[in-house]
């Protein structure tokens, strides 16, 4: 049974950065043609994909955020980070973690955790 | 504003058929697989129909999935109380180098 989690802080302040991860069972990263991305979807709004990274260590980027993001495998194996610096409250959002494969698919997905940027 | 264009909003009786359409470009539909996603309201999305028209396991066959050219289309046939929910069309853009969403679909059922 595959499952995928997030986590981490509900509030941060404009400017900081933040740091989430994504904790999953039941696959391993390390398999031929997995992957793991990064999507959010801002309060009311269209969902936006953000990082994905790859079983051969591969990542990809939204053009738009690239500056802001970073995706790393933890060293543990069954967990994905994904950081991004220099929030602002646009940034506020519920952060969704998904499983998907080499072709794009994103099969399972976390129950979201909401992220507010605000002082 | 998405690369892909979905159309706001779609609406049907129950047991009425409503598709939804998704436009995109060479460089995204035109070369590259479609899926969709159903999101319940206050749930996360569901990967409803995955390489433009393969239903994951536990999906009904009343949703289906097409492409042509750089345009896909989703179907929902026999329409439910229960399909009432956004839907997101998705795919790869070679000239983004990244995962793109439609702006989403509300579906109402009458």
């Known amino acids: 049974q595959i499952t995928v989690k997030e986590s981490g802080p509900t509030l941060v302040k404009p400017t900081q950065t933040l740091t989430l991860t994504c904790t999953f069972s039941g696959f391993s990263l390390s398999t031929s043609g997995v992957s793991l991305g990064w999507i959010r979807q801002p309060p009311g709004k269209a969902l936006e994909w953000l990082a994905l990274?790859?079983?051969?260590?591969?990542?990809r980027y939204s053009p738009s955020l690239k500056s802001r993001l970073t995706i790393t495998k933890d060293t543990s194996g069954n967990q994905v980070i994904l950081t991004m610096t220099n929030m602002d409250p646009v940034d506020t959002a519920t952060y969704y973690c998904?499983?998907?494969?080499?072709?794009?698919?994103?099969?399972?997905w976390g129950q979201g955790t909401l992220v507010t940027v605000s002082s | 504003q998405s690369v892909l264009t979905q159309p706001p909003s779609a609406s049907g009786t129950p047991g009425q058929r409503v598709t939804i359409s998704c436009s995109g470009s060479s460089s995204n539909i035109g070369n590259n697989f479609v899926y969709w996603y159903q999101q319940l309201p206050g749930t996360a999305p569901k990967l409803l129909i995955y390489r433009d028209n393969q239903r994951p396991s536990g999906v009904p066959d009343r949703f289906s999935g097409s492409k042509s050219g750089t345009s896909a289309s989703l179907a929902i046939s026999g329409l439910r109380s229960e399909d009432e929910a956004d839907y997101y069309c998705?795919?790869?853009?070679?000239?983004?180098?990244?995962?793109?969403f439609g702006a989403g679909t509300k579906v109402t059922v009458l």
């Open positions: 998705a795919t790869w853009d070679d000239s983004l180098s990244g995962y793109v």
């Open positions: 990274i790859f079983w051969d260590g591969d990542k």
């Open positions: 998904a499983q998907g494969s080499a072709f794009g698919e994103l099969y399972y």
